[in-house]
């Protein structure tokens, strides 16, 4: 059972940045892929952005192209979501979550992703 750790939430002005970090424990971290995703109150869970196990392809939300970079060191066994540009709308709770299959990426897919952190909470002002 992988064991997920997000930090770096915290409040933002509108514009500014923020990096959030996940870092992974439990199992072996190169062979599986990761992603985040956010929840905002009152709404539904949604994909943010996915890696695959290498880093070689990602996967991005519409809503946060270009302003989003998700970017993972297997070495740390962590992975990160540079977020910049940020707006009110963005914030929310975000979680790290990663899939099962080894050697496997889902892309967008959100039910493929099954093993989740707990969480860390983005605020944006305006």
């Known amino acids: 059972q992988v064991h997920l750790v997000e930090s770096g939430g915290g409040l933002v002005q509108a514009g500014g940045s923020l990096r959030l970090s996940c870092a992974a424990s439990?199992?072996?971290?190169?062979?599986?892929?990761m992603g985040w995703f956010r929840q905002a109150p009152g709404k539904e869970r949604e994909f943010v952005a996915g890696?695959?196990?290498?880093?070689?392809?990602?996967a991005y939300a519409d809503s946060i192209k270009g302003r989003f970079a998700i970017s993972r060191d297997n070495a740390k066994d962590t992975v990160y979501l540079q977020m910049s540009s940020l707006k009110p709308e963005d914030t929310a709770v975000y979680y790290c979550?990663?899939?099962?299959?080894?050697?496997?990426?889902?892309?967008?897919?959100?039910?493929?992703?099954?093993?989740w952190g707990q969480g860390t909470q983005v605020t944006v002002s305006s």
């Open positions: 439990g199992r072996t971290f190169s062979g599986y892929a």
């Open positions: 890696i695959s196990w290498t880093g070689g392809r990602t």
């Open positions: 979550a990663t899939v099962s299959k080894l050697y496997y990426f889902p892309g967008t897919e959100e039910d493929e992703y099954d093993q």
